[in-house]
Each structure stands twice: as C-alpha cells, then as structure tokens.
C-alpha cells in the first residue's frame, strides 16, 4: 500500500505541474544588519500598519475571547520572556515586534485596544484570522473556530481608523507615503482549517479511511489556494489605491516543517521527509500557495511601477534557519519538536493538550529551540527570521534601508 505521504505527494506534483514550475530560491545576497538605535526615523518610516493572523497578533484575540485551541495563548507561558501574556503566540515577542524595534518605533498595539496611542501605527491582525470571510469558506465546507475577523474585516478595520483619524484621501496618502503596510502573513489558517477538518482518526493511522480522510483535505485546501491569493493580492491593491507606497506580502512556512503537522501525519517512511526532515509533499503545498502569491505579486508590481511591494520569502528564511540552526545556536536534536506541550514523542505536540493546557511542560533551554507550541516559534525564533528577512535579503526587493553598520 501507498504511504499516504506519497499518496499526498502524488496529488500536489500533478497540481504543481498545472499552476507552474516551483525554482529553488537562490541564495540571497547577505547585507549588512543593524537595528535601529539612535533618534528619528529609519528609511523614512513613521508608522507600520499591519494585517495578518497568530504570527503577528499582538493582542487583538485576547480582546474579542479567546477560545478553543488558542484560549490558552492568553495566559502563561505565553509571554512568560516579556513578563506575562500578552495575546502574543510565543513566550515573548513576535516578527512584528522585532521589526518595529528595528525601525525605532513603538512596539504597534492592537487595534482593538481603544485606549492605545497608535501614532506610529496600528496591528490589526488577530490570531486564527483566515484570508477569506466565514461565509465563502462554509461554502467549501470548511468551518472557522476562532474568530471571524478576516482579513476583509481587518481591513474595514484599517478604513474606519483612517477616517477617523484623518480629515480627506489626501491626508491619507501623506500617511502612507511615509508607513509600512505589511499585508500577512495570512491565508494559512484557510488551510490549517481544512486539514484539521480532515487529519487522521487515532488507532487507524495506516487505514484506508484516514488515507482518504487526509488526501480529501489537501484537495480542500488545494481548492481554496487560488481564492486565498487572490484576497491578499485583492487587499494589497487596495492599500495601494489608498496610497500605500511600501507593502510587504510574505508568503507561507514550509508547512512540512511544523510539529503539529508532522505529528498530525505521523509518516513512518523515511522516503517522505527531506534533508531537514520536513514532509516533502506538504512543503510542495505551501510552495504552491507561494508560487501563485509570487505571480500575483509581480501582477502588482506592474500596475503599481512608483511602490516598491516586496515578498517576504518566510519559507526559504524558515529552510535556512533550520540549515544553520547549529551555527545560530539552536539545539540540532530538537528542530521539529514544541518546546511547550505535552505529546511527547519526536514531535511533542498533541492538538488536545496544547501548550497551556494540563500537562504540558515546557522545556528547560527555550532559547534553543525554534518552535514554541507545536504551531508557533519562540520568541528567538522569531528574532532570527526578521534579521534574515529584513537584514539579509529575504524579503525583496527590500522595503526598508537600514543605515550600515561602520
């Protein structure tokens, strides 16, 4: 009988062959690093105004009700590096946090927190948020458990903020002309959502039934790549009639690189995993979602020649973390297990007992590890994608001149 990786990867080749051919990234041109630290603003930036899911919420979730898998994020461990909980999916800060810090400016509050001061900008993402609304998704049988704040809604969001605090489109301009728009990371709940609805019953992993359990939901999520694309392309353009000038649209994770997937598939063959032990054929998805991301992208470019709209490439910077994970300090042995959770096994993640929940324990050096909770990474984690994001070429062409270092 066929693994149901290969079975897996069978689907997604015949896809990929269909959508385009999927190059290898070619090794970007290092360049120097170097955060901000003196006063005034880097490149010209006064404020980030950011759109996107768990990867860059900074307390938008917490505010609307946390619940489900994701109702634990909201109290310790997570955020036990920056003394408590925040809403943030880590135990300390995010991509977002680390670029602003970089840019010197405030770390950017959520949007729904109506007290803050949101003079350098605004977080309007929300953890489980998905690229496409509710309705369109229940369309395609696929049910949203968290929130129902799309990306369509954050962008409302984003709207009603600029009129209320600017007086005409043109005041609106000016803003952006000196802002960064940061349109995602997003769409990767769509897909997670219809995987989840899918995954593999227990104490049949090898069946039949849980072969076609998993190839009906990669065909699910298969289905909704072109439509998810098009809604943060669609929300790109926007942003851009509005007078945005700097957009970043980063593309998916190597999904076969995640815990809570690769326990989720729990695959014996040794044929299905690649050299950094990552399932091929869910890192042949992702790469379909960011080749038709990259397409639609260079679509924007050409009708908007005066922006500069960069891709930030999270799947290659994730790929050269795990490359050289020794060199930057994490720990070899443990690449693809949850630092925090309470599966055990190689992978230490069980989507019944989460990071949080009763019984998860989190490990003794978190600094060396990558991932956090299984579907997360930890706080330096996070510090090592923005530098190789924005510091070392993978987010191109780069949205942000940082001064050199002497």
Same mark, same amino acid.
């Given at each position: 009988?066929?693994?149901?990786?290969?079975?897996?990867?069978?689907?997604?080749?015949?896809?990929?062959?269909?959508?385009?051919?999927?190059?290898?990234?070619?090794?970007?041109?290092?360049?120097?690093?170097?955060?901000?630290?003196?006063? !005034?603003?880097?490149?010209?930036?006064?404020? $980030?105004?950011?759109?996107?899911?768990?990867?860059?919420?900074?307390?938008?979730?917490?505010?609307?009700?946390?619940?489900?898998?994701?109702? @634990?994020?909201?109290?310790?461990?997570?955020?036990?590096?920056?003394?408590?909980?925040?809403?943030?999916?880590?135990?300390?800060?995010?991509?977002?946090?680390?670029?602003?810090?970089?840019?010197?400016?405030?770390?950017?509050?959520?949007?729904?927190? +109506?007290?803050?001061?949101?003079?350098?900008?605004?977080?309007?993402?929300?953890?489980?948020?998905?690229?496409?609304?509710?309705?369109?998704?229940?369309?395609?049988?696929?049910?949203?458990? @968290?929130?129902?704040?799309?990306?369509?809604?954050?962008?409302?969001?984003? +709207?009603?903020?600029?009129?209320?605090?600017? +007086?005409?489109?043109?005041? $609106?301009?000016?803003?952006?002309?000196?802002?960064?728009?940061?349109?995602?990371?997003?769409? !990767?709940?769509?897909?997670?959502?219809?995987?989840?609805?899918?995954?593999?019953?227990?104490?049949?992993?090898?069946?039949?039934?849980?072969?076609?359990?998993?190839?009906?939901?990669?065909?699910?999520?298969?289905?909704?790549?072109?439509?998810?694309?098009?809604?943060?392309?669609?929300?790109?353009?926007?942003?851009?009639?509005?007078?945005?000038?700097?957009?970043?649209?980063?593309?998916?994770?190597?999904?076969?690189?995640?815990?809570?997937?690769?326990?989720?598939?729990?695959?014996?063959?040794?044929?299905?995993?690649?050299?950094?032990?990552?399932?091929?054929?869910?890192?042949?998805?992702?790469?379909? @979602?960011?080749?038709?991301?990259?397409?639609? $992208?260079?679509?924007?470019?050409?009708?908007?020649?005066?922006?500069?709209?960069?891709?930030?490439?999270?799947?290659?910077?994730?790929?050269?973390?795990?490359?050289?994970?020794? +060199?930057?300090?994490?720990?070899?042995?443990?690449?693809?297990?949850?630092?925090?959770?309470?599966?055990?096994?190689?992978?230490?993640?069980?989507?019944?007992?989460?990071?949080?929940?009763?019984?998860?324990?989190?490990?003794?050096?978190?600094?060396?590890?990558?991932?956090?909770?299984?579907?997360?990474?930890?706080?330096?984690?996070?510090?090592?994608?923005?530098?190789?994001?924005?510091?070392?070429?993978?987010?191109?062409?780069?949205?942000?001149?940082?001064?050199?270092?002497?």
């Amino acid at each position: 009988m066929a693994t149901m990786a290969r079975v897996l990867l069978a689907a997604l080749v015949a896809l990929l062959v269909v959508v385009g051919p999927c190059h290898a990234r070619p090794a970007p041109q290092l360049t120097a690093s170097l955060a901000a630290q003196g006063q !005034g603003t880097v490149d010209g930036i006064t404020a $980030i105004y950011n759109f996107g899911d768990s990867l860059s919420d900074t307390g938008n979730l917490l505010r609307e009700g946390a619940a489900g898998m994701l109702q @634990h994020t909201t109290a310790l461990p997570y955020g036990s590096a920056i003394g408590g909980a925040t809403g943030r999916c880590s135990d300390g800060h995010l991509m977002i946090d680390f670029l602003a810090r970089d840019l010197g400016l405030p770390l950017l509050s959520p949007y729904l927190d +109506k007290g803050a001061d949101f003079t350098h900008g605004v977080n309007f993402a929300v953890a489980g948020a998905t690229a496409l609304d509710a309705a369109a998704l229940a369309r395609r049988g696929v049910a949203v458990p @968290h929130t129902n704040s799309s990306l369509g809604v954050q962008l409302q969001w984003f +709207k009603d903020h600029m009129s209320a605090t600017t +007086k005409s489109p043109q005041e $609106i301009r000016d803003k952006l002309a000196r802002s960064l728009v940061m349109v995602g990371e997003i769409g !990767g709940n769509d897909y997670n959502y219809a995987f989840t609805a899918n995954r593999p019953a227990p104490g049949g992993e090898r069946s039949f039934y849980n072969i076609g359990r998993m190839v009906t939901g990669v065909v699910e999520a298969m289905v909704l790549v072109p439509e998810v694309v098009r809604s943060i392309t669609s929300t790109a353009r926007e942003l851009l009639d509005m007078g945005a000038t700097r957009v970043v649209i980063p593309g998916n994770f190597p999904l076969g690189c995640v815990p809570s997937y690769l326990a989720a598939v729990d695959e014996r063959d040794p044929a299905a995993y690649d050299g950094n032990g990552c399932l091929a054929a869910l890192n042949l998805f992702a790469q379909m @979602h960011n080749v038709l991301l990259q397409q639609g $992208i260079r679509e924007l470019r050409a009708a908007y020649p005066d922006a500069t709209i960069a891709y930030a490439d999270y799947f290659y910077a994730y790929v050269q973390m795990l490359r050289d994970a020794g +060199k930057m300090g994490f720990d070899g042995g443990s690449l693809t297990a949850a630092c925090c959770g309470a599966g055990g096994g190689a992978y230490n993640f069980d989507m019944e007992r989460m990071c949080g929940a009763a019984g998860a324990t989190v490990c003794a050096r978190l600094e060396e590890r990558i991932s956090w909770d299984g579907v997360h990474l930890t706080q330096r984690a996070y510090g090592v994608m923005t530098d190789l994001l924005y510091h070392r070429g993978f987010a191109s062409p780069a949205p942000v001149h940082f001064p050199r270092t002497t």
